[in-house]
């Protein structure tokens, strides 16, 4: 098939992710993730190319009276003979555009700040509640079955104590006769060893260093963010927050409507610039481009969970006369491997760019505080109140007890 004389591309700027310039002898320079992509394809097609940059800085959305901005509309009117950027494969840019294969597929997530442990009971949350249910099924358990040892001759109450007191690491204090058990409490009290040991080691590390963080990690998590004062972003011309808005699970129902409602809108520049993620802000993008800008932070999380999967490919004009050429390289590059190498050598420029700068050290001493162990004066406050309400109920009982055997033993005498 004859090729035509000059390829006419159609480009988006954005800094760091696709950035072409036109040197004087008219040789163009690609710099950016989706620019290498282009410069591969470029440097593939038998034939020459011109590139033609959008003003807008628009990918392509669709204006009311029914045209198209950005590369889409440029492309759509003939002005430019394929585009390529962060362009995702939809239904409706398919009515105006054609689609080459897809050359990737990007995942939409989000990304967030680690959120540090608060509260007063922090030391509760070095084990999961399912670690604190199964400990304190393992003793209600372990207790039952003792208490079936002896046969009811120890109350279940004290039975439960002294199984909890080895967990502390205090020794038993019940019959004898319950070492004839010896394989039974020797595996017991290895667990309780292995339990009391972890629990010290971690609280240790937990008083020592900065306090623990836990990340946003599902759709329901940045809901409940949310409504605590957290701000979701999606990008302004995406169909990210449209997406999330009309979906039938309610979490991304009501993080979408939010993102209309109050316009919250990346300022991808800004981003792009090097700007670190606002502290409270959650960003919902493609994975690959949250791993290109915030990839090597170990203060962020990018969630393993995925809102949806979309192809990502090239737009062409519907008149394009080589659509297979142009796939058949495309699917070379896909085959070849480039995507995870590209993405992982641009991400590490970005950060040796703005966030690689030496970090001042620190000189202050932390000290703990009160309110580092203002949960454990709570709880032991509260225990010693009820075993001072109980003692108060025992010397009440006793004393009501005393006075009826006196009155009875009055009555006896005067009879």
Same mark, same amino acid.
């Given at each position: ?119 007063? #009971? ?21 207790? &039952? ?49 292995? /339990? ?12 020592? /260093? ?6 946003? !990690?599902?759709? $329901? ?6 409504? $605590?004062?957290?701000?979701? #972003? ?42 670190? *993620? ?21 203060? +962020? ?66 000290? +703990? ?6 949960? &454990? ?10 075993? *001072? ?5 025992? !010397? ?12 009875? #033993? ?6």
């Amino acid at each position: 098939m004859k090729y035509p004389s000059k390829l006419i591309a159609a480009v988006t700027r954005y800094p760091k992710v696709i950035e072409v310039t036109q040197t004087d002898d008219g040789r163009y320079e690609f710099r950016g993730l989706y620019a290498k992509y282009m410069e591969i394809l470029l440097s593939a097609w038998k034939g020459g190319y011109e590139i033609k940059f959008c003003e807008d800085e628009d990918f392509g959305s669709k204006n009311k009276n029914g045209t198209w901005t950005g590369q889409i509309g440029m492309v759509a009117r003939g002005e430019a003979d394929i585009g390529m950027s962060l362009i995702a494969i939809l239904y409706e840019r398919t009515q105006v555009v054609d689609f080459s294969v897809a050359y990737s597929m990007e995942a939409i997530a989000f990304i967030s700040h680690k959120i540090q442990l608060e509260g007063i #009971f922090q030391f509760l949350q070095l084990f999961d509640v399912a670690t604190w249910i199964s400990i304190f099924v393992t003793l209600i358990f372990l207790s &039952a079955v003792i208490f079936l040892i002896f046969r009811g001759t120890a109350s279940f109450p004290f039975i439960f104590f002294n199984i909890y007191s080895t967990v502390l690491g205090k020794s038993l204090l019940l019959p004898d006769y319950i070492f004839k058990w010896k394989l039974f409490l020797a595996v017991w009290f290895l667990c309780a060893f292995v /339990l009391s040991s972890s629990y010290s080691a971690v609280l240790l590390s937990f008083l020592t /260093l900065s306090p623990p963080s836990r990340a946003l !990690v599902t759709f $329901k998590d940045v809901a409940n963010a949310m409504k $605590k004062g957290f701000r979701a #972003f999606a990008g302004k011309h995406t169909f990210v927050a449209s997406y999330m808005s009309h979906s039938e699970d309610k979490h991304l129902r009501f993080i979408g409507t939010n993102i209309q409602k109050n316009e919250w809108y990346h300022d991808w520049k800004t981003m792009l610039s090097g700007k670190m *993620l606002p502290q409270g802000d959650i960003y919902f993008s493609s994975r690959n481009m949250l791993s290109l800008l915030y990839g090597n932070s170990e203060s +962020l999380y990018i969630s393993l969970h995925t809102m949806l999967v979309v192809p990502i490919g090239v737009i062409m004009n519907k008149n394009f006369c080589c659509a297979s050429e142009l796939n058949e390289i495309l699917l070379r590059m896909v085959s070849s491997g480039l995507e995870g190498k590209l993405l992982k050598d641009e991400s590490y420029k970005f950060w040796l760019e703005y966030f690689s700068k030496p970090m001042k050290e620190s000189q202050e001493t932390l000290s +703990l505080s009160i309110h580092d162990f203002s949960g &454990a004066f709570i709880i032991l406050c509260t225990g010693l109140t009820i075993s *001072l309400l109980f003692f108060l109920g025992e !010397v009440f009982y006793g004393y009501i007890h005393r006075k009826k055997k006196e009155l009875k #033993f009055a009555h006896g005498f005067e009879e």
